[in-house]
């Protein structure tokens, strides 16, 4: 049976974008250590079957991606290609459930961002509200 895919009611245009001031405060390694960390997160999680085995490895190319987004080089872009989230994400069933337990691992990870990653105090809000947004556009199932 084949499953039927939900899209959310939204543009991905409409995701506020992190400040890009961002990796500048932090730095590369600073990103790189938060996702292996957030990573970890996910690994003692209910959603860690939708991940592959390495977890740091998958962590990663994770940072790749925030590194760019975050207004450092496109390394993911130069590693992996386009991104593409969505797509990317889609052979996985991503509900409401899924979402938020993803949202609660970063949660965990952001409560000692500031002092643990040195991620900017001024910019966790506009963090979060991507991770909200960004969240929402990979859900694909009801």
Same mark, same amino acid.
């Given at each position: 049976?084949?499953?039927?895919?939900?899209?959310?009611?939204?543009?991905?245009?409409?995701?506020?974008?992190?400040?890009?001031?961002?990796?500048?405060?932090?730095?590369?390694?600073?990103?790189?250590?938060?996702?292996?960390?957030?990573?970890?997160?996910?690994?003692?999680?209910?959603? =860690?079957? !939708?991940?592959?085995?390495?977890?740091? +490895? $998958?962590?990663?190319?994770?940072? @790749?991606? #925030?590194?760019?987004? %975050?207004?450092?080089?496109?390394?993911?872009?130069?590693?992996?290609?386009?991104?593409?989230?969505?797509? =990317?994400? !889609?052979?996985?069933?991503?509900?409401? +459930? $899924?979402?938020?337990?993803?949202? @609660?691992? #970063?949660?965990?990870? %952001?409560?000692?961002?500031?002092?643990?990653?040195?991620?900017?105090?001024?910019?966790?809000?506009?963090? =979060?509200?991507?991770?909200?947004?960004?969240?929402?556009?990979?859900?694909?199932?009801?």
């Amino acid at each position: 049976m084949e499953r039927e895919i939900y899209v959310p009611p939204m543009q991905p245009g409409q995701i506020p974008a992190p400040s890009r001031e961002i990796y500048g405060l932090m730095g590369e390694e600073n990103i790189f250590a938060m996702l292996e960390d957030f990573y970890r997160e996910l690994e003692q999680s209910s959603i =860690r079957a !939708m991940f592959p085995e390495d977890m740091v +490895a $998958a962590s990663r190319k994770s940072a @790749a991606f #925030f590194v760019g987004l %975050l207004g450092g080089p496109p390394l993911y872009h130069q590693r992996y290609g386009p991104p593409r989230m969505r797509a =990317r994400h !889609m052979p996985f069933v991503i509900d409401e +459930a $899924a979402r938020q337990e993803w949202l @609660a691992c #970063f949660d965990r990870v %952001l409560a000692r961002a500031v002092e643990k990653y040195n991620f900017p105090p001024q910019h966790l809000p506009g963090f =979060r509200a991507f991770l909200e947004g960004f969240s929402a556009w990979m859900v694909n199932s009801r």
